[in-house]
């Protein structure tokens, strides 16, 4: 398949780059989309975890006082205030996990949408690469043109002047 004078060459590999960019900015996009749940949920698990180390501070500092506001406290007094600390110390190791794992899940979403958006970048620099070159054969193919008409008016003034 031959190109025809009027048209541009590599026209057929513009068509085939024009849909790759536009699959890359589907897949670009879906990356974003993917990235921006990842680190919402790691905002509210930071949010989750700074909550509960509140908690359990604010428990330790408001029971302690209460247990020794009305003098010593009773030994299952204590065993329930400690009980209570462990599990909040416990909820804490597991809000920072989840915290961690919301964490690399974000990571791993920005590494994906850095790659997805450096290929991207390529196929829009290898389109508009090739929008110059139809450009510069666009105006190479116009001075042509002129050129040809502005020979055949020479040769058509030559020949009237010749056959008079």
Known sequence: MSAGPDKFPLEPLCRVRGIRLR???TEMKACREHWSDAERQRIEATQQWEQSVRQRE???ETSWRELFDQGAPTGEAMNRHECHLA???QLIVHKHAELEQRTRASSEAAAALDLASAAWRRAHG????????????LRQTRSQEALR????LEELA???????
């Open 149 to 152: 008409e502005e020979h055949g």
């Open 58 to 60: 604010g428990f330790a």
């Open 126 to 137: 290898k389109v508009e690469a090739l929008g110059e070159m139809k450009q510069d054969w």
């Open 23 to 25: 699959k890359l900015e």
């Open 158 to 164: 030559l020949r009237q002047i010749t056959s008079r």
């Open 87 to 89: 599990w909040l110390d």
